[in-house]
């Protein structure tokens, strides 16, 4: 397994999350990027995971509510990747499958858009 350290990882995600067109960064909203270790025991091969209630389902009634989180998997991104080249490739891929989840954007037109 590739081997980055924890700084240096958080740094491919803040890269990665730099590569967001700023029209569409100023539209994240109440949202939080996070890395964890592993995946949850009940999808153990997640790259990535958005938890919360994407901008197009919420109404009036969104307020005062904890942020949105999306999950990144440290270990299951180091596994599949060869090298350092591949991994800011693969951070990048995951970040933006993820916030696209938060504007409301589904796996199958994240596939057809060469997102998957």
Not at 8 to 25: H, T
Not at 67 to 91: G, S
Request: net charge negative.
């Amino acid at each position: 397994m590739l081997e980055v350290d924890d700084a240096e990882f958080d740094g491919l995600v803040a890269d990665a999350l730099d590569q967001i067109p700023p029209e569409l960064a100023r539209l994240l909203d109440n949202v939080v990027v996070l890395v964890e270790d592993e995946a949850p025991p009940e999808d153990p091969d997640l790259l990535g995971l958005y938890e919360g209630t994407p901008l197009t389902e919420r109404g009036e009634w969104y307020s005062g509510v904890l942020p949105d989180r999306i999950l990144l998997f440290r270990r299951n991104l180091l596994a599949m990747c060869e090298d350092r080249d591949e991994l800011v490739e693969e951070v990048l891929v995951t970040v933006v499958h993820e916030v696209a989840h938060h504007f409301g954007i589904d796996d199958d037109r994240l596939h057809a858009l060469g997102w998957g």
